[in-house]
């Protein structure tokens, strides 16, 4: 620059060019979360969730202009008067004198718009983090300091502070702002990046360090307690610990969230499972993780979304899926089916097909470029070449995942031309998550993928199956989503039947789980028929509550374990009727005689049913001794006189229970009925009844959600392991998690929410191999947008 004064001028014309940037994205950023609330409404739901997304899509149809407006507004306000983050009611600045000399509680209002802007300025920066570099270097060069100010304009804080501020001010609440949060920090991060991009570009045309180097900004952490190696990047990037990878406080990333806080950094500190169990590291870290939202449905759509607006600035047309299926052209389904020829020919070995050879990922990958550019030369149009090009990109990523064990990895390289053929084909294959050639390459990704490929060992049965699959699929190609749908609910089939009969590590498990399921549900049943039945019958109360909390679970054990019409269950049954017998009122001395000889035999069999019921000793002895206490009353006279006759009748109902028991499909097993499953403990079933953080809704949705055959690392019991998720009981309020050592881990769903609420229990994959796939394409295509068409 020739003098300061130029330098100055230019620093501020970039400040105005990143405000105009964001105020002319605007608009498309309010849309696309109209369109997305009202996508959303659409999907099923419980009705708490379909209440608030509907008050969320309400809200914004109601609010959005105002919003815009109070968005563009406070961006010119920024730009023309400065920033701060110390308005009245904020929370003080960290370090200043205030905090320290006027310390005084801080409102759950303050707290909590602290916490959401955080979460935007973090979701931003993971995205935008390496041009918000570039650019913070150049200005910082303009204008001859070492760092912007703490709350430059530039920074993602202050943009995050006017959008919460301006939703709020157009009357928007806090809990639509946490609806909306996936969709808000996709675009918000979106729109961010292009805007310093943008204003990057516009610097080095105009000279301003068109190479950077970061190295003034590495510095070495003091005073923190940590080594000498611990490097932060920038003045103001909290400092790591490099024994867990969080920061050493978390009061630097609220107060200034927008700190350099890059991918690797940022998302990763507020996601970092605590070693400990419990206590404020974990509630903390609670309150700034995103949750489960990256491993949502909501998570792909976006992904999605940004490849199709990415695409379509190059393309007009391409995200259009109204046009409904295409015809794919003569010469490319020619050329599909020629490439799919050779793949097969070069991988299969013989000509039953029945091994494939040894083909490395280069080979591969070498194999798939080839064949591209030869597609792409029968493509006729340039929507067909960009998705030939697209599609390539995917299974480049899909095939140098080097968690996929190789002998598999083969038959997903099959799937590149089936898929390719529906994507030209089908346009909403780039446009929604269900498609079922999708999910069916997620699905089987997710049984394969473990932690370590290495030690992971596929079964023969599975790696068959997904032989089975790609056959199936390569025998049909004109068939499009019809058969990707039928082999995938084929495959769901299978997993079902290959973890409860084939798995020699799982089949035990399953067996176990199926059987605490069986007797918790027949319980739940017991209890809701014995309570029908003695609604009118004057019952002692120490009898009917010991009939419903105890003896329901003695019955359903017993049918379980002897089946429901055996002579074991029928003597339960008649305990039951002889207990009620023997609490009514004993006003002749032959009745009372009676009741003292049946007694011994009757509390004998009590005793044995409920150490049938794995019930301790000591709980046995306290529930004998309130039993005698009923019985004591029944000899004063005290109890009520039941008629012969409704015993008759009692007892017919017993022995006939199993016919009159509500369905179990209609009957759901909450949580109040199963969060004492310590009775189905044993050596080769360990049953978690405790740990993890109290879960939100979205974390009890997400547990809802995970799949059978999916990889987790769980740390449980001073264990901390890979395992996979082997079966879902009725209504998926029991799950069953099982090593590859043969440990088997039974969850409640509440439980479960909790585990991943803690991040006790992580996944494998941090989002689908698809998703992954499209992201990688993504970043290809934001480098060089011309492969699309060239």
Known sequence: MATSATASQLASQARRLYTEELVKGMPGLVKHLLDSSRHALDKPADYQTAQRRRDLMQGLQKSARAWLGGMNEGLRHVLQYGASASQPGDLPRPGSAASVKGMALVDDDTIEREILTSRLALAIMDKASWEFTDLRSRVAMLEQRQELETHDMLRAHVLARVALDAWRGAGMTPEDWREAQLWLHEEFALL????????????VEHHVLPDIDLRPFIRRARDIGVGSSAL??????????????????VAARLSDPGSEIGSGHGRGAAQAPDSGRGGVGDETRMMTRTGPLAHGSDHAEAVLGRLNRLVGRHLPGFADTTRGPVAVTPRLSRAIELAQDSLKQRLIAGADQAA????????????????KQLLKHA????????TIEIVAMMFQAILTEDRIPATVRVWFARLQMPVLRVAVSEPDFFATIDHPARRLIDRMGSCVMGFDSSAQAVGDTLEKEIKRVVQVVEAYPDTGRRVFQTVLVEFEKFLEHYFRNENEATRKGVSLAQQVEQ???????????????????????????????????????TAVRYGAQTDETKAMKRAAADLIWSASAKVTREERAEVIRRLPLLLKKVRDGMAAANMSSERQEEHIQSLNNSLAAAFTA??????????????ERLETLEELLPDAADMEIDESMVLDLSGHESSELEVVAEGGSMPSPAMLSWARELLVGSWYMLDYRDHNEPVQLVWHGLRRQLSLFVAASGRCVLFQQQRLAAFLQAGLLLPAQDEALTVKATRSALAKIDADPSRLTH
């Not at 932060?232 to 406080?249: E, K, N």
């Open 192 to 203: 961010t990046e292009e805007a310093y991009h943008e204003t990057n570009r516009w610097l």
């Open 232 to 249: 932060a990047l920038g003045p103001s990037r909290p400092a790591v610990m490099p024994s867990t990878g969080r920061p050493a406080g």
């Open 356 to 371: 494939a050879p040894a083909m490395t990922t280069p080979m591969l990958l070498d194999d798939l470029q080839q064949r």
């Open 379 to 386: 493509a006729s149009t340039p929507a067909e070449r960009a």
């Open 519 to 557: 007797r918790e549900t027949l319980a739940i049943q017991y209890t809701i028929e014995l309570r029908r039945m003695l609604n009118e019958i004057p019952v002692q109360e120490g009898i009917r509550q010991f009939l419903f909390q105890v003896w329901a679970d003695v019955l359903a054990t």
């Open 638 to 651: 005290k109890a009520a006189v039941i008629p012969s006759d409704r015993l008759g009748e009692l007892m």
